[in-house]
């Protein structure tokens, strides 16, 4: 890996995996223990589909998503992992409508603003710092409205 490089972009796929794509939806109650059956679930996703390279990262990712949802709504919520073109794609639904509120524009605090001495509010901040691209959009799930917050790593 050169100093140039993230740890997801220097990543190289098994030459099998390089064409295929699969999705995954884990459907989890408001319970705080929801966290650790997505990051554990996902950990072994990635392990059967041979992207053990991205596991550490796409866990933080998970759980700071999927984490945020059980948080901060009181309805049900979804854990989504989608693999295609060489991009992992990871994504939280929610009962809520409302919009995340996204963390401070980039700072001599690394990234964080305002969110640097808080104990809550760091989590998207983690999204934004560790993945290559993420953001929310409005979405509905069995008929409960609500949004769909993503993320993506690359591995290309």
Same mark, same amino acid.
């Given at each position: 890996?050169?100093?140039?490089?993230?740890?997801?972009?220097?990543?190289?796929?098994?030459?099998?995996?390089?064409?295929?794509?699969?999705?995954?939806?884990?459907?989890?109650?408001?319970?705080?223990?929801?966290?650790?059956?997505?990051?554990?679930?996902?950990?072994?996703?990635?392990?059967?589909?041979?992207?053990?390279?991205?596991?550490?990262?796409?866990?933080?990712?998970?759980?700071?998503?999927?984490?945020?949802?059980?948080?901060?709504? /009181?309805?049900?919520?979804? !854990?989504?992992?989608?693999? %295609?073109?060489?991009? *992992? +794609?990871?994504?939280?639904?929610? #009962?809520?409508?409302?919009?995340?509120?996204?963390?401070?524009?980039?700072?001599?605090?690394?990234?964080?603003?305002?969110?640097?001495?808080? /104990?809550?509010?760091?989590? !998207?901040?983690?999204?934004? %710092?560790?993945?290559? *691209? +993420?953001?929310?959009?409005?979405? #509905?799930?069995?008929?409960?409205?609500?949004?769909?917050?993503?993320?993506?790593?690359?591995?290309?």
């Amino acid at each position: 890996m050169s100093e140039d490089e993230t740890p997801q972009q220097s990543q190289q796929l098994p030459q099998s995996q390089a064409g295929e794509s699969w999705e995954y939806d884990l459907h989890v109650p408001n319970d705080p223990r929801a966290v650790t059956v997505c990051r554990r679930t996902l950990r072994l996703v990635l392990t059967l589909h041979g992207l053990i390279g991205l596991v550490d990262t796409a866990e933080l990712l998970a759980a700071e998503l999927v984490s945020n949802a059980v948080r901060h709504t /009181e309805g049900p919520a979804a !854990l989504r992992v989608r693999w %295609a073109d060489g991009v *992992l +794609w990871i994504g939280a639904w929610d #009962a809520d409508p409302e919009p995340p509120r996204f963390p401070a524009e980039s700072d001599e605090s690394g990234g964080f603003g305002e969110f640097g001495e808080r /104990e809550d509010g760091r989590g !998207l901040g983690l999204v934004r %710092a560790c993945s290559g *691209l +993420w953001g929310w959009r409005p979405a #509905a799930r069995s008929g409960n409205r609500g949004k769909y917050v993503w993320c993506e790593l690359a591995t290309t």
